[in-house]
């Protein structure tokens, strides 16, 4: 019997297979041999190209066994793959990758602008922290987190006039664990989500993988990416709406929220009795004069509010694997808090380690901002001088959100890594339709993160300039 849409099927090993690929094979060879022919006879299905263990081609079934010497093919079915695995979306950060590998292999220098993987060293006292403990016993922690860990991430926010006390954190193996955790928490199957667009492309697999629905709110680069009015939050309001989650300063545009349109929100998510799930990865990367405002700072809606950090970012610990989410709304902690009992504790290398990081002086903050404004400078000033760039401003978080001029950007990135070369260099972009899940929408933008040394993000923008001018896909400038 056919499985369910033809996925999964293979053949079981049979004596035109023998004679084919010989005995003993590799189950890889016999399965990348054989599914492509009989995919092509069978279904109009392309073949997707992966590798399994079939366990009829396991070397220890005895090769005299009826199966393998059955004259006729036989088929069996593999163990299906849920539906909503696999209508994931992929990742547009990590998805040019084999191009990208392909170019490197070949010499060609490739910088990195698609993925927001800083590059500036780990504080030196997190190695530290971890070498002075005592690690002779690796234990899992408590499932919360490190109590002294949660005080630390309490204190800090408490530095920013935020009323956190310890039980309020909840630490999570990076901040995508806690958005998934929440996520979890608040939504049942089929409810929804209501997300600034476009949005970290993230927001839309977690949302997918728990069954809910992501529902875009548009915002539009003509207008420098503006958080959407309430009103136009308001129109896509349904009962079964159950929050509305931002990320304040965003990935992907660069933008940061002001005081007044994040108290605005706060004003609807109490009226319509919503979550509001606020991304503050990013919260200490504001340039310029600006600053950030954590919606904890208002002091008010404590039921609504639940905040997603990480040290990743802030920290140049992405490797550590250590977030947290932050809210007042007891219940929402303890459901959460089963969740985190179900995968016993987070990382506790990378939890002692976090501690160290989060007592580092202002000077570190300082610091660490004042390199990345001058990247920000450096990438505003070339993508505001190359014709047919649209540049919104940008003065929060490490990213961009750019307009190009181009057929379609998807196939541009592609095409910068696979044919352009500029100095025998070249750049990865993340194309941006993958921020947006309106059809259409971003096919002429890319999201480029400036978390390179400022001259390699010369040398960068430099590449990009001279790939959009010989991209034989390029449109008329847009200015
Ligand atoms: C907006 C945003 N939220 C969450 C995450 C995930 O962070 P973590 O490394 O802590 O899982 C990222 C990572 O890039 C991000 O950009």
Same mark, same amino acid.
Request: proline share 8%; aromatic share 12%; no cysteine.
């Given at each position: 019997m056919l499985p369910k849409n033809n996925r999964g099927l293979i053949r079981i090993c049979n004596q035109e297979t023998r004679s084919h690929a010989g005995w003993p094979v590799s189950p890889k060879v016999v399965f990348t041999d054989f599914l492509p022919t009989f995919v092509a006879s069978k279904t109009s299905v392309a073949p997707k190209p992966f590798s399994c263990r079939i366990p009829a081609f396991d070397s220890r079934t005895p090769p005299g066994c009826p199966e393998y010497l059955s004259p006729r093919p036989r088929y069996i079915s593999m163990p299906e793959i849920s539906d909503r =695995?696999?209508?994931l979306p992929e990742s547009p950060i990590r998805k040019l990758a084999p191009f990208a590998n392909a170019a490197k292999e070949a010499g060609v220098k490739v910088y990195p602008l698609n993925i927001g993987q800083p590059d500036i060293k780990t504080p030196q006292v997190f190695f530290d922290a971890i070498a002075a403990a005592d690690t002779s016993l690796l234990s899992y922690s408590p499932s919360a987190g490190i109590p002294t860990l949660r005080e630390e991430v309490a204190k800090y926010y408490r530095r920013y006039d935020c009323d956190v006390v310890t039980d309020d954190v909840l630490i999570t193996t990076g =901040?995508?664990? =806690?958005?998934?955790? $929440?996520l979890r928490a608040i939504l049942d199957a089929g409810e929804e989500m209501i997300v600034p667009e476009p949005y970290y492309a993230n927001y839309l697999s977690f949302t997918m993988a728990n069954d809910g629905v992501l529902v875009? $709110?548009?915002s539009s680069i003509e207008n420098d990416f503006a958080l959407p009015t309430i009103a136009d939050f308001e129109a896509k309001i349904t009962p079964n709406t159950r929050a509305i989650m931002i990320c304040n300063p965003a990935n992907p545009t660069g933008i940061l929220y002001p005081k007044a349109a994040l108290a605005e929100l706060l004003d609807l998510v109490k009226r319509r009795d919503l979550f509001l799930i606020a991304d503050e990865v990013y919260r200490e990367f $504001?340039?310029?004069?600006?600053i950030h405002h954590s919606v904890l700072s208002f002091k008010r809606e404590y039921e609504n509010i639940i905040v997603i950090d990480s040290i990743s970012k802030r920290f140049s610990a992405c490797g550590a694997r250590i977030g947290n989410v932050i809210s007042k709304n007891e219940k929402l902690l303890q459901m959460i808090l089963k969740m985190a009992q179900a995968r016993l504790s987070p990382p506790t290398f990378g939890q002692i380690g976090a501690e160290a990081v989060y007592q580092l002086p202002a000077e570190y903050y300082q610091t660490n901002i004042a390199e990345y404004q001058k990247r920000r400078d450096v990438v505003l000033d070339w993508l505001q001088k190359i014709p047919g760039v649209v540049c919104p401003v940008i003065n929060g978080a490490f990213y961009a959100m750019v307009r190009l001029p181009v057929d379609d950007s998807d196939r541009f990135c592609e095409w910068m890594l %696979?044919?352009?070369r500029? %100095?025998?260099?070249t750049i990865m972009l993340a194309p941006g339709s993958g921020f947006y899940v309106t059809s259409g929408l971003g096919s002429d933008e890319v999201r480029i993160a400036y978390v390179l040394n400022c001259e390699d993000l010369t040398a960068a923008m430099e590449c990009l300039e001279a790939g959009l001018a010989a991209y034989p896909g390029r449109t008329g400038t847009t200015e």
């Open positions: =695995a696999t209508g =901040a995508s664990e =806690a958005i998934n955790f $929440v875009p $709110v548009p $504001v340039y310029d004069d600006h %696979k044919e352009f500029h %100095k025998n260099s």
